[in-house]
């Protein structure tokens, strides 16, 4: 049977609990999941790319089928390159889907047979964002609750 590969593609400007709740209930889905850490060099990043690669690298380390690339393609090619069907997306709230919902249909006029597949955040993680989480560090404000163990 053809392997069941899926690219979670996100800023992860940090990888927080919410992302990593995302990806461990979707290892019953998928046989492969790779999380794509988008990275545009022209667009500034608070937590750099390296520190935040190799924190997933770690707290995924018991996960074979989990495996984390920086990419700067368009996600959709970036998919078709490793051969995934599927894009994994977290729904946290409405705003969330009326943000997804365009990007679900444009990647799908890039590539027909690309389907976006959305997880709905467990609620203990719905309420934290990387945006939120740069806020607080940047005051000084510990944010380990809000990271992976790992982190
Ligand atoms: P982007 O910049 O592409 O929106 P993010 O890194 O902010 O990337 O998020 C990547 C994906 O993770 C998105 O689908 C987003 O909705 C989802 N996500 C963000 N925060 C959470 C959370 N707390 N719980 C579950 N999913 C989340």
């Known amino acids: 049977m053809e392997k069941r590969t899926a690219v979670f593609p996100g800023s992860f400007d940090p990888f927080t609990r919410g992302h990593q709740d995302i990806v461990l209930r979707a ?62 997306r977290g729904l946290r709230n409405g705003t969330d889907l009326e943000y997804e919902n365009p990007i679900a249909q444009a990647n799908r006029h890039v590539d027909e047979g690309l389907e976006t597949v959305f997880m709905i ?21 510990d944010v380990s609750k809000f990271l992976p163990d790992s982190h």
Do not use: M
Not at 52 to 75: H, M, N, Q, R, W
Not at 121 to 141: C, D, K, M
């Open 27 to 88: 290892l019953s889905l998928f046989d492969h999941i790779i999380i794509g850490i988008g990275h545009n060099t022209k667009k500034k990043r608070y937590f750099p790319v390296e520190e935040v690669l190799d924190a997933i690298t770690k707290s995924f380390g018991p996960y074979p089928s989990v495996s984390v690339e920086l990419y700067s393609d368009l996600t959709a090619n970036f998919a078709r390159e490793r051969g995934a069907r599927f894009l994994l």
């Open 121 to 141: 955040t467990s609620p203990e993680f719905a309420y934290i964002s990387s945006s939120i989480v740069r806020e607080l560090h940047r005051y000084g404000q």
